[in-house]
T-cell receptor, first 115, second 114 residues
């Protein structure tokens, strides 16, 4: 079955630096991969989706890459701010080829940006 | 805000009891999924409802059951509560076939089983 591993449980960086979070999956390459942000005591909030035929996607200070050969997605936050401190989750669909909306999540990486 | 609400926010129950958690989806969202999130873990898929029918279940026993109503609300019921059921329960809604894949999550219900 599909498994997702987010390489770091916690990441501490200085304000202004670029944070890079890693998401690896083990089995089939999904049709798309999503990234969510979760603040303590809150539900996850959708950030970005990248499809299998896209190498890179950007949204403001966020950038996601998707390498189906390495079975890996990288999530970058440039010019990081203390307000970016949160847990970031990657997720992919349980179906390799269709959009079922049933997601498998990684365990999350908690990012702490220090002023 | 995602437009998805859940109630109650917190709940304390004892082993063996039954609990009902509620979710109100965004208007027009025909699909709702429920997830269980243990402390320090990512959410785990419990089941999904599409147009009021169960549409897939994760690795959870039958004592976890659900309902979806025509007014975009839904319920998660858990019978014979166990200590390991203590977790944050999240519902997420979407409009399937819209071509958009993101899920809109509610704030969750924190369930503690003593």
């Amino acid at each position: 079955s599909q498994k997702i591993e987010q390489n770091s449980e916690a990441l501490n960086i200085q304000e202004g630096k670029t944070a890079t979070l890693t998401c690896n999956y083990t089995n089939y390459s999904p049709a798309y991969l999503q990234w969510y942000r979760q603040d303590p005591g809150r539900g996850p909030v959708f950030l970005l989706l990248i499809r299998e035929n896209e190498k890179e996607k950007r949204k403001e200070r966020l950038k996601v890459t998707f390498d189906t050969t390495l079975k890996q997605s990288l999530f970058h936050i440039t010019a990081s701010q203390p307000a970016d401190s949160a847990t970031y989750l990657c997720a992919l669909d349980m179906s390799p080829s269709s959009n079922t909306g049933k997601l498998i999540f990684g365990q999350g990486t908690t990012l702490q940006v220090k002023p | 805000e995602t437009g998805v609400t859940q109630s109650p926010t917190h709940l304390i129950k004892t082993r063996g009891q039954q609990v009902t958690l509620r979710c109100s989806s965004q208007s027009g969202h025909n699909t709702v999924s429920w997830y269980q999130q243990a402390l320090g873990q990512g959410p785990q898929f419990i089941f999904q409802y599409y147009r009021e029918e169960e549409n897939g279940r994760g690795n959870f026993p039958p004592r976890f059951s659900g309902l979806q109503f025509p007014n975009y609300s839904s319920e998660l019921n858990v019978n014979a509560l166990e200590l390991d059921d203590s977790a944050l329960y999240l519902c997420a809604s979407t409009f399937r076939t819209s071509g958009r894949n993101e899920q809109f999550f509610g704030p969750g219900t924190r369930l503690t089983v003593l």
